[in-house]
């Protein structure tokens, strides 16, 4: 498809699991960002990279999340020993310019609920 | 303060109105501003970009106003189809878009 993807579409995880979420961007983006987003919030920044290189995790909200774009191409965003507060949509975006000021393109986003 | 504000609302208008929303941002160093649309369970999407000079697509227009560090968005003759939140996107020297939490709109028939 030509739109960003991302997968599952819904996780459902209980306290303490581990979840993975995938997101594979536009061919051809170099830069791809991760949003959460509560619900009646606005989204809210994670991480950022630039082809392989993670350029800002300033917003990753504990050292539980962890993100990685091995190749440049597909991100894996991790959640270890999820809380109740990590559930939230998770919003993958690309770009296919590398300033930060560019419009995003986004997934349909990952619906996570933690019990 | 938060670095970027919208009204929540919900704004609640009749077909045909027009409808105006205002967003604030606190870095004076923003360089790029957006305005999306995200309907209920869907991801953002871009609506327009916000120019210096201001901009106009077909019923929606946008402005900024650098000094006053706001940018605002018009709808003009609202269309059922108009109904979703609206969100305020700015980006601030090296810090990636930053989002505004949303105005939510809601026009009746």
């Known amino acids: 498809g030509a739109g960003v993807s991302q997968s599952p579409r819904y996780k459902v995880a209980k306290r303490g699991q581990d979840v993975a979420l995938r997101c594979d961007p536009i061919s051809g983006h170099v830069s791809l960002f991760w949003y959460q987003q509560a619900l009646g919030q606005g989204p809210e920044f994670l991480t950022y990279?630039?082809?392989?290189?993670?350029?800002?995790k300033s917003g990753l909200p504990s050292d539980r999340f962890f993100a990685e774009r091995p190749e440049g191409s597909v991100s894996t965003l991790k959640i270890q020993r999820t809380q109740q507060e990590d559930s939230a949509v998770y919003l993958c975006a690309s770009s296919g310019q590398g300033a930060k000021g560019s419009p995003l393109h986004f997934g349909n986003g990952t619906r996570l609920t933690v019990t | 303060r938060k670095e970027v504000e919208q009204d929540p609302g919900p704004f609640n208008v009749p077909e045909g109105a027009t409808v105006a929303f205002n967003c604030t941002y606190s870095n004076s160093a923003s360089q790029s501003f957006f305005w999306y649309r995200q309907d209920c369970r869907k991801e953002p999407k871009l609506l327009m970009s916000v120019y210096s000079s201001g901009n106009e697509d077909g019923r929606f227009t946008a402005q900024l106003n650098r000094a006053s560090q706001y940018i605002s968005l018009l709808i003009r003759d609202s269309k059922l189809s108009d109904s979703a939140t609206y969100l305020c996107v700015v980006n601030g020297g090296n810090t990636p878009l930053v989002f505004g939490k949303g105005t939510r709109l809601s026009v009746i028939a």
């Open positions: 990279f630039q082809n392989e290189a993670q350029l800002d």
